[in-house]
T-cell receptor
Framework: NAGVTQTPKFQVLKTGQSMTLQCAQD?????MSWYRQDPGMGLRLIHY???????DQGEVPNGYNVSRSTTEDFPLRLLSAAPSQTSVYFC?????????????FGQGTRLTVV | SQELEQSPQSLIVQEGKNLTINCTSS?????LYWYKQKYGEGLIFLMM?????EEKSHEKITAKLDEKKQQSSLHITASQPSHAGIYLC??????????FGAGTRLTVKP
């Protein structure tokens, strides 16, 4: 049982490049989300989705786009990478959003923008 | 300042000692979650608390949500090296928006 799978695990980008971080879950969860983790800041919510075709912004959405065409996949796109986007990115899923539910996290993608 | 403040930021204890980590919210909590993160890995769910005064235990870890639902504590009894990692509290703001504290880094010395 794979759970939440993120790819790649590591990535180095040059400023201005674009890329997509992949996230897939095999638990048929409705709710999926993306976080970034920076030292001293904890996890900050970037975007989330409560189901296929529905996405919404979190705390720090600028510079990132998402889409949810299927229940399983929730890719995060960086259109023009900036050094400020150097971070560790985590994807998470849960049966539904909000209270009363445990979230399952991927192993993270460590992104460096030079 | 962050919406969820954790204290201490880091903690070094001798194996076998007890310890407590606190999480204080600036807003009423609708649900409080505790996660553990091993270095370089994702988060693992520990416990979820919803009602003021609720207390849950799993093995040697106990978490409690205070009556006014603005503070939670995580207590580890007789710590072991396997308890080492980063402990994060998370809270639901009531609109599918989860917020997390900055984490407490725990080191357990054998």
């Amino acid at each position: 049982n794979a759970g939440v799978t993120q790819t790649p695990k590591f990535q180095v980008l040059k400023t201005g490049q674009s890329m997509t971080l992949q996230c897939a879950q095999d638990m048929n969860h409705e709710y999926m989300s993306w976080y970034r983790q920076d030292p001293g800041m904890g996890l900050r919510l970037i975007h989330y989705s409560v189901g296929a075709g529905i996405t919404d912004q979190g705390e720090v959405p600028n510079g990132y786009n998402v889409s949810r065409s299927t229940t399983e996949d929730f890719p995060l796109r960086l259109l023009s990478a900036a050094p400020s986007q150097t971070s560790v990115y985590f994807c998470a899923s849960s049966p539904w959003g909000g209270a009363n539910t445990e979230a399952f996290f991927g192993q993270g993608t460590r992104l460096t923008v030079v | 300042s962050q919406e969820l403040e954790q204290s201490p930021q880091s903690l070094i204890v001798q194996e076998g000692k007890n310890l407590t980590i606190n999480c204080t919210s600036s807003k009423t909590l609708y649900g409080l979650y505790w996660y553990k993160q091993k270095y370089g890995e994702g988060l693992i769910f520990l416990m979820m608390l919803q009602k003021g005064g609720e207390e849950k235990s799993h093995e040697k870890i106990t978490a409690k949500l205070d009556e006014k639902k603005q503070q939670s504590s995580l207590h580890i009894t007789a710590s072991q090296p396997s308890h080492a990692g980063i402990y994060l509290c998370g809270a639901d703001r009531g609109n599918n928006d989860m917020r997390f504290g900055a984490g407490t880094r725990l080191t357990v010395k054998p």
